[in-house]
């Protein structure tokens, strides 16, 4: 069992950031590949990012490659999502997710992530 909670989420203007933090509970959670992904309104949820349980592999949806950037820390069961010259687009509320089967992947697919948080809602205004 893991258990989910996002943070950091809110208003900025556009070229501004924000750290948005998934903090997790429950002993999968370093087992677990943590994923983030969004919805905006009308839309459906997306992949954003990835980081497999070990850490050393990641993966980025194209629409924020060179932006965000994905990291964990496992001794404070915490995953982060750093999020720099933020656009109107991508305004959306941002989910964390953990995929607990034993394979050390990133699946870009929501399929796979059994344990979800409730969202951080993440604006940007033009």
């Known amino acids: 069992q893991v258990q989910l909670v996002e943070s950091g989420g809110g208003l900025v203007q556009a070229g501004g950031s924000l750290r948005l933090s998934c903090a997790a509970s429950?002993?999968?959670?370093?087992?677990?590949?943590i994923g983030w992904f969004r919805q905006a309104p009308g839309k459906e949820r997306e992949f954003v990012a990835g980081?497999?349980?070990?850490?050393?592999?990641?993966n980025y949806a194209d629409s924020v490659k060179g932006r965000f950037t994905i990291s964990r820390d496992n001794r404070e069961n915490t995953v982060y999502l750093q999020m720099n010259s933020l656009k109107p687009e991508d305004t959306a509320v941002y989910y964390c997710a953990a995929d607990s089967r034993i394979s050390d992947v990133v699946v870009t697919s929501m399929g796979p992530y059994d344990y979800w948080g409730q969202g951080t809602q993440v604006t940007v205004s033009s």
């Open positions: 980081v497999s349980r070990s850490g050393g592999r990641i």
């Open positions: 429950g002993r999968a959670f370093s087992t677990s590949a």
